[in-house]
């Protein structure tokens, strides 16, 4: 019925600009793909109707300014009722959808 995630979803390029005690610390796959930041959104799109019962959700968290990407990714992949959610200081945080097969 529903599946969270908070996968990591800075990009490469993006890495230098963290906080030295976020970058330093935190283990690298945890923070990043290596890549544009969306591989994992990628994969969990992918596998979702295998763990997803129809009408199920997904939420997922992502980095600021990526709402328009992931929500796009969500549509692809056949969700509807997708929104991108803010947090409190206002910036896009999360990205919710509701996967309707054949819809």
Do not use: C, K
């Amino acid at each position: 019925d529903l599946i969270v995630s908070n996968p990591p979803y800075i990009a490469r390029h993006e890495m230098t600009a963290l906080a030295p005690e976020v970058r330093d610390w935190e283990p690298a796959t945890a923070l990043t793909d290596g890549g544009d930041g969306l591989a994992a959104y990628r994969a969990i799109l992918a596998g979702m109707h295998v763990h997803l019962e129809p009408a199920g959700r997904l939420i997922v968290e992502i980095g600021a300014g990526q709402g328009p990407e992931v929500a796009a990714l969500f549509r692809a992949a056949g969700l509807d009722g997708v929104a991108v959610g803010v947090d409190l200081d206002g910036r896009d945080r999360v990205v919710s959808g509701r996967w309707r097969p054949g819809a």
